[in-house]
């Protein structure tokens, strides 16, 4: 039995959208190719609301945090650590023999502005990382005001993970000032793994220039040069993940960006709501993700036992990550689930648990 899946990526792939995979194949230096890649482009750049370059790269989002790194530092990085992935960008950034300094909070915990503006008043640094979703605490960091910061100078890029808010969570990555936006295709895109996308400011580009030790697969310039001389990608493309991707952004437009922005906070509400009247948000308080819930486990229930049950009826939830594992459960909202389908999960964990 498929279990449907209410954990923070893979998420639920429509039917549909898991059919548009399954084409006849297409030489990725075809027309046809050409025509699919430059129109996912497009679609992106429109639902997104900019014109920054835009690359989907066959790869997970992970790939695309080291390229903003390899693109965007040769020296000295800040990277804001309070959880999981934030805690990677740092790893990242030293594992490509960069200078990184960290902002290390404890997890739930989120950055704040003035924490940056210090460290920024401090050293010249070249790029800030932030986590936007922080997925293994449940955490949204308030970019906003990071970006307000950010502002005051403006020789500092800003890379930004979003690999599990994009698409489901308002980033107006252009008025940001975002530089290296990252996110992956199977989270709020609601799409199967295996491609990344970047979306990369002119202000990026223009420092990727002199900066050494970029690599190959994940140069920035290389993939711009290629697309704007073919409308391609240097390497062989997953091909019929992108026929898929292409499917969703058109229904992604059909729904329209503000009512998927108002359906995931519904759904965030909603569990949010109940956790905190059965149990407890891991989360600081105020800084709650509108895609990913982190429920801290004051009953001490076995989380495991109770994804068993929820197995047997077609529903799976998220373990705590990592070090946070039975102490806190995950239930994601993201993607193309409806409100209906997180109350019927919530319904299955209210009854196994005599809630
Ligand atoms: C916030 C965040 N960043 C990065 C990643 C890594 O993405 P990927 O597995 O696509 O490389 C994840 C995956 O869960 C994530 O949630």
Known sequence: MHKKLFIPGPTEVRDDILNAQAQPMIGHRMKAFTALYTGIVSKLQELLQTKNFVTVLTASGTALMEAAIRNCVSKDVLCCTYGAFSERWLKIAKACDRNADAIALDWGKVVKPEMIEEKLKAKKYEAV???????????????????EVMKKYPDVLLLVDTVSSLMGDKIEIEKLGIDVCVSSSQKCFALPPGLAVGIVSDKALKKAENVPGKGHYLNLLD????????????????????WAMDKQLEKIKAEGMDNRYKRHLEMAHYVQDWAKKHFDLYTEAGYESVTVTCINNTKGISVADLNTELGKRGYAISN?????????????????????EVKEVIKNIDDILKL
């Open 129 to 147: 990382t932030v986590v936007q979703n922080e997925t293994s605490t449940g955490t949204r960091a308030p970019i906003e005001e990071i970006a």
């Open 223 to 242: 993939l711009k040069a290629y697309f704007d001389k073919k409308g391609q990608t240097p390497t062989t493309p997953a091909i019929s993940l992108m």
């Open 320 to 340: 705590g990550y990592g070090k946070i594992k039975e102490q806190t459960f995950r239930i994601a909202h993201m993607g193309d689930l409806t409100l209906d």
